[in-house]
């Protein structure tokens, strides 16, 4: 199952492996404990203030609930390197306490470990695990549409991950292979009633052959199948599925302007339950940085896939497009200014989203360990169903420090 991605209101797992990543990356000017041991430790902290104009999502003016809230989120990064291996470990809580509104309060946790292992020139592997316990915010997720009427709290769910790759080739050869696995698993905690029929898990197998060619450029073929299965039975039937999605493309490093990589194919859903509409199609995705400048850089992201919805419906055709200008003014400021538009297309009941979201900000490196961002979120969702549309904006000012 994929979450539907929703700007305004994104699954706090993706947002805390994010948030914690932001504060503990391996900066070189961040502060690191170093120890006899072997072991580096990279504490950080990120606290921040925002102002959210309608915290449920909710479509009525009347409905809308608005507050300032703190977040606070500390977080470490243990890392050891052994010759060629590289091992990480990663663990953050984020505390958000909403002043007009404290049924809104939330507290979430993350841990998360990474191996990085090179065995020769030809061999390498990668396995990484991670746990999160989140929420989703009232009147999105399993209860979107809703304005947060039926919630007096968040969604809480707990996910845990365990995934990693093989590959096998030289990188100074052209040919090489990589098999990828990955078990996910998610389980909501609240409001059982309705939530448990949204607890499912996804087993991802997958397997990718590179040709690299002169140019830092490798040519690829791409095949993943998913198994999704759900604990309960959906009252309106079985939801569970296998994705199969094939596709060839292309990545390529850092050359004088551009890198990224473009990914295009076919993709075919198939329902356990007969009575759920099937889908096959086109599919892609492709993620693009054009640097014009060597303190200026253009991100372009566009994609397309199928996806099961938190409500009713078969699935969802989710296209995705978003650009995102990054732009560093001296060693002091920089700006971001970006936009992304999402069409999600349900299949099984007529309905359609549009989600437009704005984000624009920018950075102040005060000194080596404290860095402030400030900025806004304006997210802009029209559907042909009234009870799915709001406007929610999202001010705020962030201040992430290190040693």
Not at 87 to 114: C, P, Q, R, V
Not at 153 to 181: C, H, Q, W
Not at 271 to 276: E, I, L, S, T
Not at 303 to 309: I, M, N, Q, V
Request: proline share 2%.
């Amino acid at each position: 199952m994929n979450v539907p991605f929703k700007v305004s209101c994104m699954s706090v797992a993706v947002a805390s492996v994010f948030m914690a990543n932001v504060v503990i990356a391996a900066d070189e000017k961040a502060g690191v404990i170093r120890t006899e041991s072997g072991v580096d430790f990279t504490p950080g902290l990120n606290s921040g203030l925002k102002y959210d104009d309608n915290i449920t999502s909710a479509s009525e003016s009347a409905d809308k609930i608005d507050s300032w809230a703190l977040t606070v989120t500390p977080a470490v990064q243990a890392q050891m390197q052994d010759g060629n291996n590289v091992y990480t470990l990663e663990a953050g809580l984020e505390y958000g306490d909403y002043f007009s509104s404290s049924d809104d309060n939330y507290l979430d946790a993350l841990l998360k470990a990474k191996s990085e292992l090179e065995f020769n020139q030809s061999n390498r592997m990668q396995l990484e695990a991670f746990y999160v316990s989140g929420h989703e915010d009232r009147g999105s997720g399993v209860f979107e549409g809703t304005s947060g009427a039926l919630q007096d709290e968040g969604n809480t769910f707990d996910i845990l991950s365990v995934g990693g790759f093989y590959e096998y080739g030289a990188m100074t050869t052209p040919a090489r292979v990589k098999l990828s696995a990955k078990y996910y698993a998610k389980e909501y905690t609240n409001f059982e009633t309705v939530t448990q029929y949204r607890n499912y898990a996804d087993t991802t197998l997958g397997g990718t052959f590179y040709y690299d060619t002169q140019a830092a450029t490798s040519l690829l073929v791409e095949l993943i199948t998913v198994g999704t299965a759900y604990d309960e039975v959906d009252p309106t039937g079985k939801r569970d599925s296998t994705t199969n999605t094939a596709r060839v493309g292309a990545e390529w490093q850092a050359t004088a302007s551009t890198e990224g990589s473009v990914k295009v194919g076919y993709q075919a859903k198939d329902f356990d339950n007969a009575d759920r509409e099937d889908f096959s199609g086109l599919s892609w995705d492709a993620k693009v940085t054009w640097k014009p400048l060597t303190y200026s850089s253009f991100d372009f992201t566009t994609g397309r896939a199928s996806k099961d919805p938190n409500g009713a419906g078969d699935f969802i055709r989710a296209t995705s497009y978003g650009v995102k200008w990054n732009h560093e003014w001296s060693e002091l400021f920089a700006t971001f200014i970006g936009f992304n538009q999402v069409t999600d297309s349900y299949t099984g009941i007529d309905r359609e989203d549009k989600t437009k979201a704005y984000q624009l900000g920018i950075n102040y490196n005060v000194t080596r360990w404290l860095t402030l961002k400030s900025g806004v979120n304006i997210n802009q969702v029209d559907s042909t169903d009234n009870q799915f549309v709001f406007d929610r904006n999202v001010y705020f000012i962030n201040a992430a420090m290190t040693l």
